[in-house]
């Protein structure tokens, strides 16, 4: 008998939900009155997603009213603390749980599975007390106490407020937050919100009050990390002038970029680093939608709305004129911070020939300059066959060299021998279309 053939309990679910998240719990609620079953599928141990990273509770009106919906529904099933590593015959995945590998077998799927930061190699980047700006916000939601810890918070973008008001809320000192963009690029960014996303505006506005007082600096990026054994400082660059700031945590994202390793796995048409749906959600692959982050990055209103348009669309239902409207506006604020947040392709000098690049494996930019593409690299370097298998460096690449990004492959994360076992077993989709 197969190993595959002893896995004899297949999770069968009319609907699958990948990421809850945001646009996960919104697409299992809409969902959910007209499905035979739901089956909502996370890595995380709890509900939530990143924005709600502490699991979802009654102070979170919008995600307690989606999530204790959900749980009160028995055809409403959780697996927590679970991957989809391999795409496999027949609608079929392979899923690592805590309880081993699993099967399911699904009809739709919903691909709700958000974004990761985009964090640039500079020198110094890799010192202990370094992190990304959400990943120091991660850590603070899972609890970290940062009293009386001077913070520096740098990169670009509307995340970099937030990340300073939880450095707060956590008893941190901010004693600056660098934002790479122009006074005049953020002023055209709030005109932006003034005229459409009044809402944003005073979101926006709240943060920046909160952060009294006002270490804000503009057209600046931090273009290195100083210390021995952890930071004790960093080096800020404004033009040509530069200065030197204490500290004892350096918080840096420039961004967001999708997670697409699943959605490649299963053939969605991609573009501009996110997938293709029309206004239903539907991706270019029959009976499988996406959205929120995964369709391009617009935030939590986003997530929601496409969230909610997705689980209608995929048991039968349509949109209503209000909700397909709200999904223009999600979208135009898409276009915005785009616009505003764009990569500028001068950030690449931040990264110095002996800078790391890759840091799971030690590959220094000088060694990687050299190569055409990712993969002539990563056989020749070993870039991106670390621990993290490339989410850090091969997005970092993309940018610093203009490689394409690399092709997902089977298994899509690091798998127990267990998995890899069962996996040898099974037959590759072929029936996805290419
Ligand atoms: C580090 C970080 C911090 C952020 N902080 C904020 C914030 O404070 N405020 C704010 O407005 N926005 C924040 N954002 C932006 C955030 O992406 C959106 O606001 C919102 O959470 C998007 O919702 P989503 O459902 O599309 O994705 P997410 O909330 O990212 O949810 C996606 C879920 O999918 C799961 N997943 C992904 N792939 C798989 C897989 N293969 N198998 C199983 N599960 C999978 C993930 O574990 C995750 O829980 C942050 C983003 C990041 C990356």
């Known amino acids: 008998?197969?190993?595959?053939?002893?896995?004899?309990?297949?999770i069968v679910a009319s609907v699958l939900i990948v990421g809850a998240g945001p646009a996960?719990?919104?697409?299992?609620?809409?969902?959910?009155?007209?499905?035979?079953?739901?089956?909502?599928?996370?890595?995380?141990?709890?509900a939530g997603g990143q924005i709600w990273r502490r699991g979802v509770d009654p102070s979170n009106t919008q995600g307690w009213a989606l999530y204790s919906q959900l749980v009160a529904q028995p055809h409403v099933q959780w697996l927590s603390g679970s991957r989809i590593i391999a795409v496999i015959a027949n609608?079929?995945?392979?899923?690592e749980t805590p309880d081993g590998p699993r099967i399911i077998q699904w009809q739709k799927m919903i691909l709700c599975t958000g974004a990761r930061e985009l964090i640039l190699p500079f020198p110094g980047w890799t010192l202990p007390g370094v992190t990304g700006a959400g990943g120091l916000q991660a850590l603070i939601k899972s609890g970290a106490n940062l009293k009386g810890r001077r913070v520096v918070i740098a990169g670009t973008g509307p995340l970099l407020l937030s990340v300073a008001a939880s450095?707060?809320?956590?008893?941190?000192?901010?004693?600056?937050?660098?934002?790479?963009?122009?006074?005049?690029?953020?002023?055209q960014f709030f005109y932006a919100l003034l005229s459409g996303h009044q809402q944003k505006l005073w979101q926006a506005v709240g943060l920046l009050w909160a952060m009294k007082p006002w270490r804000y600096r503009l057209s600046s990026v931090v273009s290195a990390a100083q210390g021995i054994s952890e930071v004790t400082s960093?080096?800020?660059?404004?033009?040509?002038?530069?200065?030197e700031?204490?500290?004892d945590l350096l918080a840096c994202g420039f961004g967001l970029r999708t997670n697409?390793?699943?959605?490649?796995l299963l053939r969605c048409q991609l573009r501009d680093g996110a997938i293709v749906v029309d206004e239903q959600q539907r991706t270019s692959q029959q009976n499988i939608w996406a959205a929120g982050e995964a369709t391009g990055i617009g935030g939590v209103d986003k997530a929601l709305i496409e969230g909610r348009i997705a689980g209608l669309d995929a048991t039968g239902y349509r949109a209503t004129d209000k909700e397909a409207k709200l999904r223009e506006k999600a979208w135009m604020f898409t276009g915005t911070l785009q616009k505003t947040f764009n990569l500028d392709v001068r950030l690449r000098q931040l990264c110095q020939a002996d800078t790391l690049v890759c840091r799971c494996e030690d590959v220094p930019a000088r060694e990687l300059e050299k190569f055409a593409d990712w993969r002539t690299a990563k056989l020749m370097t070993r870039v991106?066959?670390?621990?993290?298998?490339?989410?850090?460096?091969?997005?970092?690449?993309?940018?610093?060299?203009d490689w394409q990004t690399p092709e997902a492959r089977q298994p899509v994360f690091p798998a127990k021998a267990s998995s890899l076992a069962l996996l040898a077993d099974l037959p590759p989709d072929t029936s996805l279309h290419g």
């Open 384 to 401: 991106g066959m670390g621990a993290c298998q490339g989410r850090i460096c091969g997005v970092a690449c993309e940018f610093l060299y």
């Open 24 to 46: 996960g719990l919104a697409a299992a609620a809409a969902a959910a009155p007209n499905a035979k079953n739901v089956l909502i599928l996370d890595e995380n141990s709890e």
């Open 91 to 95: 609608n079929r995945l392979l899923v």
């Open 260 to 264: 697409l390793e699943l959605a490649t």
């Open 245 to 247: 700031i204490a500290c």
């Open 1 to 10: 008998m197969s190993v595959a053939d002893r896995i004899c309990d297949e």
């Open 167 to 187: 450095v707060k809320q956590a008893q941190g000192q901010v004693v600056a937050v660098v934002e790479y963009r122009s006074a005049a690029a953020l002023r």
């Open 234 to 243: 960093v080096i800020i660059q404004k033009g040509d002038k530069s200065e």
